[in-house]
Every structure is written in C-alpha cells, then in structure tokens.
C-alpha cells in the first residue's frame, strides 16, 4: 500500500518535533485526500504539540465522524 507524500513528510516531521511543518503537511495531505485517518491524527498530534486546543478539537471531532464513535 502507497501512503501519501506528504502524509509521509509530516510524519517525519512530527518525528524531528518541528510541529509547524509538520500539520502544514497533514493539512495538504487533507486537501489531497480528504478524511483520512491517518492525516487527521497526525494534525490533531501537531496541533497538541503546538498547544493549538481548538484545532486539535478540530481534527479530533472530524476522526470520530468518520470513525463512528460517540467520544474519544
């Protein structure tokens, strides 16, 4: 299975702790491939670690959307 570039990108991101860097990738991985788990976990990660509660609220309530589940 091929995962996203830049899905890939922020991953790596996240790993170099470069939290800024790192959700601009997920946002446009998001753009790209709307809705995908993986992208939304990782932006909802970087936006904690940027201490961005509202857009981590974002991307955490888009997860359960997609995921079915009443709370996190």
Do not use: C, V
Request: hydrophobic share 40%.
């Amino acid at each position: 299975m091929t995962l996203p570039a830049r899905e890939l990108l922020g991953d790596l991101m996240m790993d170099q702790k470069k939290f800024t860097e790192a959700i601009a990738a997920y946002q446009h991985s998001l753009e790209l491939y709307p809705r995908r788990f993986n992208s939304l976990l990782g932006a909802s990660r970087a936006a904690r670690a940027l201490g961005n509660a509202e857009l981590e609220r974002k991307y955490r309530r888009e997860l359960l959307r997609i995921t079915g589940r009443a709370s996190w």
